[in-house]
């Protein structure tokens, strides 16, 4: 079965440089999420998007953006990062609605700022 | 607002012996429940879901959570351990006023000895 797609899977930066993770959903699902998690740490929300637009935001900074394209991927955009920006980032996405639908999760971008 | 609390960061069992991972939870309103497993380097996976219906929940490899609204409980269970059980268990609820946004508890690690 189809799983939700993140790339790249690691990433080295430097202190004040750009990043960009994407993460592609399972076909039919339309809504996305993206976390980061810090070591031993729990996941923390940052932002979700449902049908392309902006559904809520959670603890994202606010020089982190992101945004849901046509086809329902979406991009993380990550400017001026800092060391605190190292972490795992990982994308879920579920159908959409008011179901309880779970989160199927990717398998992650490891983003290590230097 | 939702939470959920998982008060054991590690939990210590014997292959073969029953597992108890505990969860417990604060929502307004009906609470949708959830148990995900992380294993090293990985993206969470689904394990099951509690929505509505019967208090015991089977999902995956072997695993069964009871949801207890009394005790406002949702604790993941297995009869008989598995040295492969051993990972990062989460705990999740879903937020009845935005269905896109999920706050995970701390994570309890699991450590199976043979």
């Known amino acids: 079965a189809a799983g939700v797609i993140q790339s790249p899977r690691h990433l080295i930066k430097e202190k004040r440089e750009t990043a960009t993770l994407k993460c592609y959903p399972i076909?039919?699902?339309?809504?996305v999420y993206w976390y980061q998690q810090g070591p031993g740490q729990d996941p923390q929300f940052l932002i979700s998007?449902?049908?392309?637009?902006?559904?809520d935001k959670g603890s994202i900074p606010d020089r982190f953006s992101a945004q849901q394209f046509s086809d329902y991927h979406s991009e993380l955009n990550m400017s001026s990062l800092e060391l605190g920006d190292s972490a795992l980032y990982f994308c879920?996405?579920?159908?959409?609605?008011?179901?309880?639908?779970?989160?199927?999760f990717g398998p992650g971008t490891r983003l290590t700022v230097t | 607002a939702q939470s959920v609390a998982q008060p054991e960061d590690q939990v210590n069992v014997a292959e073969g012996n029953p597992l108890t991972v505990k969860c417990t939870y604060s929502?307004?309103?009906?609470?949708?429940l959830f148990w995900y497993v992380q294993y090293p380097n990985r993206g969470l996976q689904f394990l099951l879901k509690?929505?509505?219906?019967?208090?015991l929940v089977k999902g995956s490899y072997g695993f069964e959570a009871e949801f207890n609204k009394s005790q406002t409980s949702f604790h993941l269970k297995k009869p008989s351990a598995l040295v492969s059980d051993s990972a990062l268990y989460f705990c999740?609820?879903?937020?009845?006023?935005?269905?896109?946004?999920?706050?995970f508890g701390s994570g309890t690690k699991l450590n199976v000895k043979p």
């Open positions: 879920a996405s579920s159908l959409p609605g008011e179901e309880a639908y779970e989160q199927y």
């Open positions: 076909p039919r699902h339309d809504t």
């Open positions: 998007f449902y049908e392309k637009m902006q559904s």
């Open positions: 929502v307004s309103g009906n609470p949708y």
């Open positions: 509690y929505i509505t219906g019967d208090n």
């Open positions: 999740a609820v879903r937020d009845v006023n935005n269905f896109n946004k999920f706050y």
